[in-house]
């Protein structure tokens, strides 16, 4: 005998059919996307060790992405005033 479904699991069944059927414009996930990168982003600076060039990066996520790296990694890298891939220093713009 199968299990009724919990009401977690109808609203989210009915979440993800809301989005479907109502997804967001470009604009309005760029606008979402902008305030929450300024109320939660954390700045970075990756400094490649061999170059010296600095690139800066709005989040974690973003420098994460641009070494290939996940978001985890480079938080431990700053933690641990680590390098990422044995080339990058990271660390939060202050």
Avoid: C, H, W
Avoid at 41 to 63: D, H, M, R, S, Y
Avoid at 64 to 80: D, M, P, S, T
Wanted: hydrophobic share 35%.
């Amino acid at each position: 005998m199968a299990s009724r479904p919990s009401a977690r699991d109808k609203l989210s069944k009915a979440t993800l059919n809301f989005k479907k059927n109502n997804p967001l414009t470009p604009e309005a996930l760029a606008n979402i996307t902008a305030k929450t990168t300024e109320r939660e982003g954390v700045p970075v600076l990756v400094l490649n060790t061999q170059t010296n060039e600095v690139i800066e990066f709005p989040t974690l996520t973003k420098a994460g992405e641009y070494l290939e790296v996940k978001r985890q990694a480079i938080r431990n890298a700053i933690k641990r005033e680590s390098l990422v891939k044995g080339l990058y220093r990271v660390s939060e713009k202050n």
